[in-house]
């Protein structure tokens, strides 16, 4: 693959450093200047310098990958990083950051491909052949999911948490930098759009979105999204030197850097149970995916991250999300602050709550066989509900799917018929059915 630079002894500081602001100068130890992007840190001599203007259609220098690899593992190392507590990548060369990110991109996809990864044409690991593998490591050891299909918006300006505080269900006004929440974008009759992480930073509010929810200019391009989740997450955080953030609240979130180049990692998986999120500029991902392997995590492609969501319940837009059910149906309690004001669905949120309006309620099913999305559910010949989900069950041998269930049916334990297909009412970890205490 093309490289950036003749000489591979100066790699692990310019491909680590390439993502940080290139007009930042020397106070950021990389700097944009003469018609020269040069990236390291000032003082040790690593730099890398992309020649003139005249040069940047020349051919690069081709490096192979096993060079790169190399110094994936014994370079890794987290440090306070040289930014201003923001995850803000941006180059004044436009032509140098996206070459790093097709570069970048290339190098972690052949990584992947190695560990047998299965890749669409939009980018996204459906699997490393192991999902059966991967769904046992994130419920009993630990996984590592690239999300970085989902979108990623950064907030920015005086207004942005009154803003986001008067657009969703979250209490922003609150909140400070290093913290992060849950929270639920709903129509005015609190209809369910989309469910969101947000992480507050110093200079903007990012938020994590679902795959295919964002149309507007975004960070989802700049970055790589990782999820580690499993019950041994804390140990391979230990591993990584990372134990200041373990046992910290949902949300919070703490900003390293690789070789000076920005990563942020926030306490929450995306799934229910122990985990972390990883945001990091492309030019490392490669490095720190390795990494995160070679630490114990099992690689688990989109595939197996749809079937685990399923399996623990978690609702998804065109799903469990849709202007048929509301954001309490939806089982997402813990999203809402009663004491925060006005927001675009407060109001119906409000009396559903006071006057215990929740008709029906998301629940888990243990089917016995597939069924299709969208089929009914049936208790003695009566429609209850409808199934939003399904997928095959944690033994391979049976099924598993979500649906909404009306309350006077009855909840975990009742048996159901889907379309011929009998089944079993169970609960399900990612959502609550209160309000927090």
């Known amino acids: 693959m093309a490289a950036l630079l003749a000489n591979s002894a100066v790699l692990g500081s310019t491909v680590a450093a390439s993502a940080a602001s290139c007009s930042d100068h020397e106070s950021r130890g990389y700097g944009f200047r003469n018609g020269h992007c040069k990236v390291g840190r000032f003082g040790r001599g690593n730099y890398l310098s992309i020649g003139g203007r005249d040069n940047f259609s020349s051919p690069w220098p081709r490096l192979s990958r096993d060079s790169m690899r190399s110094l994936a ?35 972690l996809k052949e990584i992947m491909r190695d560990e047998g990864a299965e890749i669409d044409d939009n980018g996204v690991v459906m699997t490393f052949g192991n999902d059966d593998e991967a769904i046992a490591a994130a419920e009993q050891g630990v996984a590592v999911v690239d999300m970085s299909n989902y979108g990623r918006l950064r907030v920015t300006g005086d207004d942005r948490l009154h803003f986001l505080h008067n657009q969703s269900t979250a209490d922003f006004k609150t909140m400070k930098a290093s913290q992060g929440c849950y929270t639920v974008f709903t129509t005015p009759t609190a209809r369910t759009i989309d469910l969101a992480k947000a992480w507050v930073m110093t200079n903007s509010v990012i938020l994590v979105l679902s795959p295919n929810k964002v149309e507007i200019e975004d960070i989802t391009d700049k970055t790589y999204l990782f999820s580690i989740t499993g019950p041994s997450s804390d140990e391979l955080l230990r591993k990584l030197n990372l134990e200041e953030i373990i046992g910290k609240p949902f949300g919070t979130h703490l900003h390293y850097a690789v070789e000076g180049t ?36 099992v690689p688990m492609g989109a595939t197996a991250a749809e079937r685990l969501r399923v399996l623990q319940g978690k609702p998804a837009p065109g799903s469990e999300l849709t202007d048929d059910y509301n954001v309490l149906e939806a089982g997402l309690w813990r999203t809402i602050s009663l004491t925060k004001g006005c927001y675009i669905g407060q109001e119906t949120i409000a009396k559903l709550i006071t006057y215990n309006g929740v008709k029906q309620e998301l629940w888990g ?21 409808k199934l939003t989900s399904c997928t095959i069950g944690r033994d391979n041998s049976k099924y598993f799917g979500l649906g909404y269930i009306k309350n006077k049916a009855g909840g975990a334990g009742i048996q159901v018929d889907v379309a011929g297909v009998s089944g079993t009412v169970v609960d399900i970890p990612f959502i609550t059915r209160s309000l927090p205490e």
């Open 262 to 297: 920005p990563v942020t990692i926030a306490v929450g998986s995306g799934y229910a149970g122990e985990g972390y999120s990883m945001l990091l500029s492309t030019s490392t991902a490669g490095f720190v995916w390795e990494t995160l392997l070679k630490s114990g995590a």
């Open 365 to 385: 099913i243990e089917l016995e066989a597939a069924v299709t999305p969208g089929t009914p559910i049936m208790v003695d010949g009566q429609k209850v509900g």
């Open 73 to 107: 593992v014994s370079s890794f190392e987290l440090m306070p990083p040289p930014i201003d507590n923001d995850l803000h990548v941006s180059c004044g060369a436009d032509l140098i950051w996206d070459s790093l990110v097709m570069i970048m991109d290339s190098f």
